[in-house]
């Protein structure tokens, strides 16, 4: 029982990076009903923005560790906030007129971009970074196994909870979320009615990408060592969240989120480590055969 109840801590932190990065898929989609598949690398660049900017502080002297993780939270989400909106501009805008393939085609020339342009001006060899945020605290004790959660883990948790529940605000009692739900009902009667869909859209990449750069902080300080192609791998297991939640959800992207970080951490717990990827993506698999619009999608109702 120990042994399950530390898996379930290490899965719940886990879910709560993927249910971060899952946020912005499913927020483009419900908007513009197409997938940036350039978002998993948006993560990795803010993860190396904060590795860049942890790096900067100690240079300077700052090594007040609260201080320090505020200025450089603040700084990822500003800075990744730009790449957001940069992709937007240039790999969305242009095409959003065009053949449903053309922007996901940008998309995936942009990914493959962001990662060359990362490992050309980083280098392709991962990226270490010295722990932090240390410390732990007990929970259960038998003597034969110790079941803790660590500080990094608790704001991973606290921080994830705090933007999910910012964020729901935002979408349900704000003008900015008023024309995103507007946006996502229908695009066109939204322009129609005085709602700029150009800046909804481009403040909609901007959000996604700043939530992402949290995640890529986070997940920097979690593993402590991140590379170039971090991005890819976090992005299709984030994106597998979105759809096995409900894509286009926002408590759909959390809760696919947790269940792809819970699956992978008791798969390699109680199976084999090697298999943890297969095993997600097969209940994602029967979840599509059973429950074709995920956990808490809803079919989509094209009137004519």
């Not at 090594?63 to 240039?90: D, K, N, S």
């Not at 805008?93 to 053309?102: H, T, W």
């Not at 990094?152 to 605000?169: D, E, P």
Request: charged fraction near 10%; charge should be neutral; hydrophobic fraction near 60%.
């Amino acid at each position: 029982m120990e042994y399950f109840l530390q898996q379930l801590i290490n899965g719940l932190t886990l879910g709560s990076i993927y249910g971060l990065i899952a946020i912005g898929y499913t927020m483009v989609y419900g908007i513009i009903g197409m997938i940036n598949f350039a978002h998993g690398d948006i993560f990795m660049v803010g993860a190396f923005i904060a590795l860049i900017a942890f790096l900067a502080l100690v240079a300077i002297g700052l090594t007040a560790v609260p201080v320090a993780l505020l200025i450089v939270l603040l700084v990822a989400m500003l800075l990744t906030a730009l790449y957001g909106w940069t992709v937007e501009r240039f790999a969305y805008r242009p095409l959003r007129g065009s053949f449903r393939l053309a922007p996901l085609i940008s998309a995936i020339g942009m990914s493959i971009a962001l990662q060359n342009y990362i490992q050309i001006a980083q280098g392709a060899r991962v990226k270490p970074l010295q722990p932090l945020v240390t410390g732990n605290y007990p929970l259960i004790d038998s003597g034969a196994f110790h079941v803790q959660i660590s500080n990094i883990q608790i704001i991973i948790i606290v921080v994830t909870v705090a933007l999910m529940l910012g964020f729901s605000w935002v979408v349900s009692s704000t003008r900015l979320g008023r024309d995103m739900r507007a946006c996502a009902q229908d695009l066109k009667m939204a322009a129609l009615v005085g709602v700029d869909t150009d800046r909804t859209i481009s403040l909609t990449f901007v959000i996604g990408a700043a939530l992402a750069s949290v995640a890529g902080v986070m997940f920097l300080l979690y593993y402590g060592v991140i590379d170039f192609f971090i991005g890819f791998v976090a992005g299709v297991k984030a994106f597998t969240a979105a759809v096995l939640g409900g894509i286009g959800s926002l408590p759909g992207a959390m809760l696919g989120g947790l269940l792809i970080g819970l699956i992978e951490v008791f798969w390699s717990a109680y199976f084999s480590v090697q298999y943890k990827d297969v095993a997600a993506f097969s209940v994602l698999v029967l979840v599509l055969i059973f429950m074709p619009t995920g956990i808490l999608g809803r079919p989509e109702v094209e009137k004519v």
